[in-house]
């Protein structure tokens, strides 16, 4: 991602990398729930570190870096819009732009109409992008009991869909993504997520879902709700285009907490995707990578028939991520699966993974080695 005109433009903190201070490109989320660019935390971690930079917390031996899609997604989103945005402003009224003070009182008014609230919030959305105190300020003036409300107005599609884009602007920062949580966010986005009024509604929600995920107690609070796990599963078999790709996220990053597994094999997950991950969805071979941590998901997909010949053809065809995951699945099932093993040696596993040995990732030459020295201890070599 281009990053040529930061010295021109306003970046807000939580773009920066806290290591490079430079804007992130590829944001990736540490154990501990910081977010650092992959460069500058692959860098500290090659060079022996196994503590968090900001935390100083310890680590485990091999740290795993998950993607921060959502901010990722953000950053993205206001590189490209931040010019636009500046020329739309310039060409208002002055009596069109809003004190954000106003704004926060017309979004929680409670005699405001829809329609007040929409360019409220539309206007908030912007300014919110890139004003970390705003945030605060929205957070702490009882504007998220009224953002919420209108997260669940029926029959408001516009007002929907900005109003949780507005909530995805406030998940950016730590504090924010348990006070949201606290304040009873959480029904309020399932419920948009399982009816909401556009495929974006839908979408965002599971977004907002994935960034508030970042905090390990969240994502236990969040796999608690009877419908957040199944409600992403249906959107992942239901949905299309951007609504599978966030409902996979969302379920990855809920699923690095282990009881969220099992809730999410008991839900049907795996079927669905192993059918995404053969349609093209690649983003669905890193969840199965950790339900093959959990015994039933292993079960579920060794009984399916056909998911051992389309994680091999991500091996032989996936991006070097796919490739990483498609192995460590791989890895999972043929250690539980004599019969999964030789039906993976048959495929001709064992000869891809030699040629892995020399790859550039290095995680996907430790997936493969790990995974040679599986069919050595079966005796299947």
């Known amino acids: 991602m281009a990053t040529t005109n930061t010295t021109t433009t306003q970046y807000p903190d939580d773009f920066k990398c806290p290591i490079s201070l430079e804007i992130m490109s590829e944001p990736v989320i540490l154990s501990s729930g910081h977010t650092f660019d992959r460069p500058s935390i692959q860098r500290w971690l090659d060079a022996g570190h196994r503590t968090c930079p900001i935390t100083k917390l310890p680590l485990s031996d091999t740290p795993s870096l998950i993607p921060n899609h959502a901010l990722r997604s953000l950053i993205s989103t206001y590189t490209a819009s931040s010019v636009a945005n500046a020329a739309l402003t310039l060409s208002k009224p002055h009596h069109i732009r809003e004190h954000p003070e106003t704004l926060i009182s017309n979004l929680t008014s409670k005699s405001s109409s829809p329609e007040v609230k929409l360019v409220s919030i539309e206007h908030l959305c912007q300014l919110s992008k890139r004003d970390f105190e705003l945030r605060k300020r929205l957070t702490e003036s009882g504007a998220v009991a009224a953002l919420l409300g209108c997260v669940s ?4 599609v516009n007002l929907q869909e900005k ?6 602007n406030l998940s950016l920062d730590d504090d924010n993504k ?4 606290a304040e009873g966010a959480i029904c309020h986005i399932i419920a948009a997520l399982c ?3 556009s495929a974006d509604c839908r979408a965002t929600a599971a977004t907002v879902l994935t960034s508030l995920a970042v905090v390990e107690v969240n994502k236990a609070t969040i796999g608690a709700y009877p419908f957040a796990i199944r409600g992403l ?5 239901n949905g299309v285009g951007r609504e599978r790709k966030e409902a996979a996220t969302a379920l990855y990053a809920l699923c690095s907490f282990p009881d969220n597994r099992r809730r999410a094999v008991e839900c049907g997950a795996v079927e669905i995707l192993v059918n995404s991950l053969d349609s ?3 983003r669905a071979v890193e969840v199965l990578g950790l339900l093959a941590k959990c015994k039933r998901g292993r079960e579920e997909m060794v009984r399916f028939n056909g998911c051992v010949k389309i994680l091999i053809h991500v091996v032989r065809n996936g991006s070097s991520r796919g490739v990483q995951y498609a192995l460590l699945t791989l890895t999972s099932l043929c250690l539980s699966s004599e ?3 030789m039906e993976a040696l048959k495929e001709g596993v064992f000869e891809l993974c030699l040629r892995f040995l020399e790859d550039d990732n290095e995680k996907v030459r430790r997936n493969a080695s790990s995974l040679i020295k599986v069919f050595g201890g079966a005796g299947c070599i």
Not at 153 to 156: I, V, Y
Request: hydrophobic share 50%; net charge neutral; charged share 20%.
């Open 339 to 341: 019969v999964i093993c």
């Open 153 to 156: 107005l029926k029959n408001c």
């Open 233 to 237: 599963v249906k959107l992942l078999n």
């Open 178 to 181: 348990v006070g949201l949580v």
């Open 163 to 168: 109003s949780l884009k507005l909530l995805l």
């Open 195 to 197: 009816d909401g009024e």
């Open 280 to 282: 093209g969805l690649e």
